[in-house]
């Protein structure tokens, strides 16, 4: 069974500082990985995915993520926090090969953005 | 642009009422999910259907029941509406053929039982 641990429940960045969230996931072989946003009381969007193509995926508003096999990481970071990134962000997994492609979300980490 | 399109976004209902939450996608995907979000608990999934009449338990399917009678609807029920069930509901459609393609959507649905 595939699993993700996000670290950190809640994150507080300056505006203009480093965005750094982390993402583990478990999975006998590299699965497809995901970043998913949402801001208060809406649904999630999709941020940017690994789908075993390039290792450093770019996203949306300035997001990118790197997989890493050795680590079974997959960090999201943005150089330099804005205002408009407080949110909640979920790291999703998908194995390759299953009916229906269910996804198994993180716990999710909140991000405060201080100005 | 796709979308997945949930008929509320704030619902109140009373303890007992049946209860029902519609969610329509205009993609052609095969796949559709029902999550609920609760805050320290993160998503749940309740039900899922992987195709039109079929449907599979999640992990929390007491208290719910779905119904897919159309591709692009599915549909949640509480037969019978607790407090307990006061939380954010989120419904999300996907392609059967990949799992590259990730999930899409709905705004959500804010439900709260008195």
């Known amino acids: 069974a595939q699993s993700v641990t996000q670290l950190g429940s809640h994150v507080s960045v300056s505006e203009g500082a480093l965005v750094l969230l982390r993402c583990n996931y478990s999975?006998?072989?590299?699965?497809?990985l995901f970043w998913y946003v949402q801001y208060p009381n809406q649904g999630l969007q999709l941020l940017l995915k690994?789908?075993?193509?390039?290792?450093l995926v770019k996203g949306i508003n300035g997001f990118e993520a790197e997989f890493k096999k050795s680590e079974t990481s997959f960090h999201l970071t943005k150089p330099s926090a804005h205002m408009s990134d407080a949110a909640e962000y979920f790291c999703?997994?998908?194995?390759?090969?299953?009916?229906?492609?269910?996804?198994?979300f993180g716990g999710g980490t909140r991000v405060l953005v201080k100005p | 642009d796709v979308k997945v399109t949930q008929s509320s976004r704030y619902l109140v209902k009373r303890t007992g009422e049946k209860v029902f939450l519609e969610c329509v996608q205009d993609?052609?995907?095969?796949?559709m999910f029902w999550y609920r979000q609760d805050p320290g608990l993160g998503l749940r999934l309740i039900y899922f259907?992987?195709?039109?009449?079929?449907?599979e338990k999640g992990d929390i399917p007491e208290g719910y029941s779905v119904s897919r009678e159309k591709k692009e609807r599915f549909s949640l029920i509480l037969e019978s509406a607790s407090t307990n069930q006061t939380s954010m509901y989120l419904c999300?459609?996907?392609?059967?053929?990949?799992?590259?393609?990730?999930?899409?959507f709905g705004s959500g649905t804010r439900l709260t039982v008195v």
């Open positions: 999300a459609s996907s392609l059967s053929a990949s799992g590259a393609g990730g999930y899409t």
């Open positions: 999975s006998s072989v590299p699965p497809y």
């Open positions: 690994y789908t075993s193509a390039a290792t």
């Open positions: 999703a997994v998908s194995p390759i090969k299953a009916a229906g492609n269910k996804l198994t």
């Open positions: 993609m052609d995907h095969e796949n």
């Open positions: 259907s992987y195709d039109v009449k079929m449907k």
